[in-house]
Structure formats: structure tokens, C-alpha cells
């Protein structure tokens, strides 16, 4: 056929120069290892993905950072910016990454052969997906501790009678507290200081300060002629004396805590056993781990109603305060929420996506996902401030005091909280189950990205040794995992997640968008989509892609670049050397983009007119379906006149009349 109206056409070679074509295609392939050759199989059945990348964007934020945000900033009335960016933005960026692993069938190491002079954003990927899951696990290993803690008779962060205690311990347990003021009240009276000739005693029944971290009190037990005063929670001396053993620096490493390396141990075996069979193994694993969250929540929530003070809670979460949505914090915050939630350019939706069937309903599966993202987080709020408002009620504190976001959430106030309820084992096991489930859906995403991506690269060696790699790439995380079970774990944990993912990935987004956006065209995908759904991307969702969504993750980009903070923990400043390490951390994500640029532009011989227009060709893209290999290496794509045609083109795409096969035509 002659192409006609800078339609995609039929070229006309001949049959030998198509075969040889073929063969240079397959060379091509084989010499970058993504071999499609090997099966990489695929999902037992469509639902088993949509639970693997709603387990995968649910993960802790949602349940604990997201209601402390939503609280923070405006209560109800964040809503507007949170639910706005996760509609023009996210969903846009997700959809992308869904169509990009479903069509090519490949790791993010290797999809973006499409746009040959940025293949460096896979390597991001993969650097942060290994990046966040060597750090990821220490949250894992530290809910097992408490998990394993939990089945005790008496809860050991609710009493101060512990080793670890120090005399400022006050007890989250009721009955403890009690006895406490009780003998309290027996040392007064046998003293003669009754009468208030000494401090008198203010133990009360909850804290008298910060119920989710429980040192801004002022309790003082007399004790005879001195006062000692009660004011940290025996919920946070448990966390930091016998959890953590925390030092007083990241200078102060000390020794691994044994009991921390046997929990890291537990946390990656668990790991490999719901990896053991690759995507297979994970497919069964997610009706477990992507479901049972949201039962204990449910059960949470009807347990949290219950309670004394939860609607002061829930209506202080859901009040909006409109005013607050003048300030631009606001909105930057809620940027990067719902990005860091969903979790694109992590890598992780490309890689699950890429076991998908060629014909995979991508776009039901996205908004299921997005939606149970922002849902989730909603709902959270209202499990969470039940609880919140339960504390507040007890200790007699505002609620913006008692609330709290990160570790000081999940590992004082919510212990703390349940240390305090009817049957608090109970409460306390589930809880910790609820945290492990969460945590371990994420983590698949993260890791098989980065074991995907490695097998990918050496296909005829590693694909049929996949077990063996997930093992191996399991014991290498571990071992560098250990700085987190020294004294200073937690410092080392702060400062990796302080710097490793919030610069890179916005900047990552903002790449990936115009990679495909621009680069490769929009019009262009959306003929890829074409073949795969039978339909392409609409105008409103091009125009998110080329321009809304890039300009976006720009904007938060330069935000959080110009509102630096260097990193901290409490009241603890880092030393210098430390603040060099975070800000490494940041940088090398990013590196390889511009690395496999250079090395793209200069491994190219030509003129730089040649060059750039064999650069701009994809290299080796091609759909997933193998029987349509030889009618897309076909397609010939005109160029477009000038910039403006291009850029129309990439916008509102061709005219329908333009093309002179249909989709159907073309699979046949």
C-alpha cells in the first residue's frame, strides 16, 4: 500500500528484506537480553491482577500518613486537592504504566525501547524499587517483633515493670496505672505528706501530653522527699529502649539486636516464600494479602465506634476548613501523597502489568485501582480518628496533639490505644497481621520489579533459575538490611527515607510522561492501545499525558526542591557526612538518565542529523503478542510537517479516514 495523508501504512519491501529485518530484530533482542522467546507467563486469571496492584498501592501512607495529612491540612476540604491529582494526574500516569507493561510484555528495564535515548528512566525504576524495598523490609521485621510480642499475657509496651523501663515511665495499661497511683497514694500517706506539703500527685488515667508519643507530659509521682516525673509512655520506652535499643545518633552505631536480625530474617524469608514461584506463587498469595486488610478494617472501624470520644475524632478527620486550601503547602502535600501512594515510576505497576494477557481490560484494572487507593485512604481516616478520638477523650488532650504520622503512628500510639481496650491481645494481633499484609502486597511490586528486571536482562540463563535468583537477591537484601538492626537503625532507616524517592520520583514522572508523550507521540501509543483494546486514548487523556500531568510533577518537582529541609528524627540533627549520604541517595536514582543518554548519542555513528533521527526511531518495541510481530514491524510511520502538525498530531490525533486498516484488519 502507498501511504497516504501521514497515515500509519504498510511499507512495501520485499519478502527477503522483511525476513532480514526479522532476523536483525531478533539479534537485537537477544544481545539486550529481553528475549521474548522465553515465556514469562502471565496471571492465572484477570482478578489475580487487579489484587496484586491494589495490594501493591494500598500500603502503609494509606493507613497512616494519609488521615495525619488529611488532618493537618484542612481536614475534609484536602479532599478537593487529593481527589483533583489523583484524577488529572495519577490515573493518567498509572493507565500509561499499565498500557506500557501490557503491550511490550517486558520489565521497566526494557520498555523503554520505545524511546531509546531515555532508557535510563528503567534503570531508575529499578534503583528505586531496589532502593525502597532494602529499607522497606525493617518496617516489616519491626511489626513481627511486635506481632511475636503480642501473644503475650501482659502486652510489654503497657507496663513500666520492664528491664528496659526507666523511673519517667508511665503505664498505657489501666489496671497498671491504677496500682501505680495506689501505691502512690500508700507512699504519701506513710510520708505525712497528704496534705499537700509536698508536689501533689497528677497521675491521671491517660497522658497528660501526646498520647501518640507520650514525652510532653508533666505526671509527677512523689516518692518520699522526691518527685519523679512520669512523662514518657511505657508504649514508646518499649519502641525505642526494646525495640530499637536507639542511640543517640547515627554516629553511635553500636551492635545488631539479635532479636531485630532473627525478625529481618522472618520478614525476607516470608518474602521468598510468596515469591518462591514468581508471579504464580504471588497470584494466590494476593486473595490473602490484598483482601484481609479490609477486613480488619471494617472490624476496626465498627471496634473503633464503640469507643468513648471516636465521633469527636471522625468529625474533627471529615470537618473541612476551606481557608486552609489558600496555602500552597496544602496542595504540594497532596501532590505528592497521591503519587507516592500509587506508586508509579517505582516500576512496580510496569512489571505486574507485564504479565498481563495482551487483551487484559487495562483500563478497568486502572481505575479499579486508583480508586481503591483514594477510597482506602478515606476510609482509613475514619478507623484511624475513631482511635484518635478514643485518646483524646482519655487523656483529656487536643486531638491535633494526640495525632502523629510515620512510625510514631503504627509503633506508640496505635499499641498505646489498644494497650488500653477490653481483650487487648486480640486487638493487638490483628492489628500487627493487618500492618503485615499491607506491607508485604507493596513489597511484591517493589521486589519482583527489581528480580524481574534482572531476569529479563539474562533471559536464556535466569528464567528457568527464577526461584534461585529470588532467593539469592532475598539473601543479598538481608544482609545489607542488617544496618537497620544496630542501635542506629533507626537514624540510617529515617535518612534513607527521607531523601531515596521523593526528588526522583517526580522527576522520573515527569520524564516517563514526555517519553511517551512526545517522544515516542501519544498518537503513535494510542495505535498501540488500538491493538491491544480495540480502542485508542481519548483527546482529554492525551492532553493529561503531553500536558497537564508533565507541567504538574514539574511544579511539585521545583516545590520540594526550593522548601529543602535537611533530613531530621525528633530533635536530632545529622551530622554533615550524613546529610551528604542522603543527598547521594537522591542523585544516583536519577544518574543513569543522563549516563544512557550520552552513551546512546555518542555509540551512534552518523552526523548529528542521522543520529538524532535513528535515535528517535524505537528500538525493537514491538507488542507482546508475538503473532502480530511481523504485521507491526510493518508499519511505517510518516514524519508529521513541521512541530505544530506533530504536535497536533500527539493532542487530537489523526483523522479516523487517515488509516487504511482498521485495528481488526491489522491483528489479521
Not at 498518537?523 to 488500538?530: A, K, P, Q, T
Amino acid at each position: 500500500m502507498k501511504p497516504e495523508n501521514g497515515a500509519l501504512v504498510w511499507d512495501e519491501k520485499s519478502d527477503e528484506d522483511r525476513e532480514h529485518d526479522r532476523e536483525e530484530s531478533l539479534e537485537t533482542s537477544t544481545s539486550t537480553g529481553s528475549e521474548e522467546s522465553l515465556e514469562r507467563g502471565t496471571w492465572g486469571h484477570p482478578f489475580e491482577f487487579i489484587l496484586a496492584i491494589v495490594g501493591y498501592s494500598v500500603a502503609f501512607g494509606n493507613l497512616m500518613r494519609f488521615p495525619y495529612l488529611c488532618m493537618r491540612n484542612g481536614g475534609g476540604a484536602f479532599l478537593i486537592p487529593f481527589f483533583l491529582f489523583l484524577i488529572s494526574c495519577a490515573f493518567p500516569l498509572y493507565y500509561l504504566e499499565v498500557c506500557l507493561g501490557q503491550f511490550s510484555g517486558s520489565s521497566p528495564l526494557f520498555v523503554w525501547r520505545l524511546a531509546p535515548l531515555l532508557r535510563g528512566i528503567g534503570l531508575l525504576m529499578i534503583l528505586i524499587s531496589g532502593i525502597v524495598s532494602w529499607y522497606y523490609n525493617a518496617i516489616l521485621a519491626w511489626v513481627l517483633y511486635y506481632l511475636f510480642n503480642s501473644f503475650r499475657s501482659t502486652l510489654p509496651w503497657s507496663t513500666c515493670d520492664n528491664p528496659w523501663n526507666t523511673p519517667a515511665c508511665r503505664p498505657s495499661d489501666p489496671d497498671a496505672l491504677r496500682k501505680l497511683e495506689e501505691q502512690a497514694s500508700m507512699l504519701l500517706s506513710l510520708s505525712g505528706l497528704q496534705n499537700g506539703t509536698a508536689l501533689n500527685t497528677t497521675l491521671t488515667s491517660g497522658y497528660n501530653g501526646s498520647l501518640t508519643s507520650g514525652y510532653n507530659g508533666t505526671s509527677l509521682l512523689a516518692l518520699g522527699n522526691e518527685s519523679v516525673s512520669r512523662n514518657i509512655s511505657s508504649a514508646k520506652e518499649f519502641w525505642q529502649n526494646n525495640v530499637l535499643v536507639m542511640s543517640s545518633g547515627i554516629e553511635e552505631t553500636g551492635s545488631v539486636q539479635w532479636h531485630l536480625v532473627l525478625s529481618l530474617f522472618g520478614a525476607w524469608f516470608l518474602v521468598f516464600l510468596c515469591l518462591i514461584k514468581g508471579i504464580k506463587s504471588v497470584g494466590k498469595v494476593v486473595y490473602v494479602t490484598a483482601l484481609l486488610p479490609y477486613v480488619l478494617l471494617l472490624v476496626f472501624l465498627v471496634r473503633g465506634l464503640t469507643l468513648p470520644g471516636a465521633f469527636l475524632g471522625i468529625r474533627y478527620f471529615v470537618t473541612p476548613d476551606f481557608e486552609r486550601l489558600k496555602d500552597s503547602q496544602v496542595w504540594l502535600e497532596a501532590a505528592v501523597q497521591v503519587f507516592y501512594s500509587l506508586g508509579p515510576t517505582w516500576g512496580g505497576v510496569i512489571t505486574m502489568a507485564s504479565f498481563n494477557k495482551f487483551t487484559n481490560n487495562g483500563l478497568r484494572d486502572s481505575i479499579i485501582a486508583c480508586l481503591a487507593d483514594g477510597l482506602t485512604s478515606f476510609f482509613a481516616g475514619f478507623v484511624v480518628f475513631s482511635v484518635i478520638g478514643y485518646m483524646a477523650h482519655t487523656s483529656g488532650q487536643p486531638i491535633d496533639e494526640v495525632a502523629t504520622a510515620g512510625p510514631g503512628m503504627m509503633f506508640i500510639a496505635y499499641p498505646e490505644a489498644i494497650s488500653q481496650m477490653p481483650l487487648p491481645q486480640l486487638w493487638a494481633v490483628l492489628f500487627f497481621i493487618m500492618m503485615i499484609t499491607v506491607g508485604l502486597d507493596t513489597q511484591f511490586g517493589m521486589f519482583e520489579t527489581l528480580a524481574s528486571g534482572i531476569v529479563d536482562a539474562f533471559p536464556r540463563t535466569l528464567r528457568k533459575r527464577k526461584t534461585l535468583v529470588t532467593a539469592a537477591l532475598c539473601t543479598v537484601m538481608f544482609l545489607l538490611g542488617l544496618v537497620f538492626t544496630t542501635r542506629s537503625g533507626i537514624y540510617i532507616y529515617n535518612l534513607v527515607d527521607w531523601y531515596s524517592s521523593g526528588y526522583c520520583m517526580c522527576l522520573g514522572a515527569a520524564l516517563e510522561l514526555l517519553a511517551v508523550g512526545w517522544y515516542y507521540g501519544a498518537d503513535r501509543f494510542s495505535e498501540d492501545m488500538r491493538l491491544m483494546f480495540g480502542y485508542g486514548a481519548p483527546v482529554l487523556l492525551r492532553v493529561c499525558w503531553c500536558i497537564v500531568a508533565p507541567l504538574v510533577l514539574l511544579v511539585v518537582f521545583l516545590m520540594i526542591a526550593v522548601g529543602y529541609k535537611e533530613v531530621t528524627y525528633e530533635h536530632y540533627r545529622y551530622p554533615a557526612y550524613a546529610v551528604a549520604i542522603g543527598n547521594l541517595l537522591a542523585v544516583v536514582p536519577v544518574m543513569p538518565i543522563p549516563i544512557c543518554f550520552v552513551y546512546g548519542w555518542v555509540t551512534v555513528k552518523g552526523s548529528l542529523s542521522q543520529r538524532f533521527a535513528q535515535l528517535m526511531k524505537p528500538l525493537g518495541w514491538r507488542p507482546s503478542d508475538r503473532k502480530l510481530w511481523e504485521s507491526y514491524e510493518q508499519r511505517e510511520v510518516l514524519p508529521s510537517e513541521g512541530p505544530l502538525d506533530y504536535a497536533r498530531t500527539c493532542l487530537v490525533g489523526r483523522r479516523r479516514t487517515d488509516y487504511q486498516l482498521t485495528a481488526v484488519e491489522f491483528r489479521h
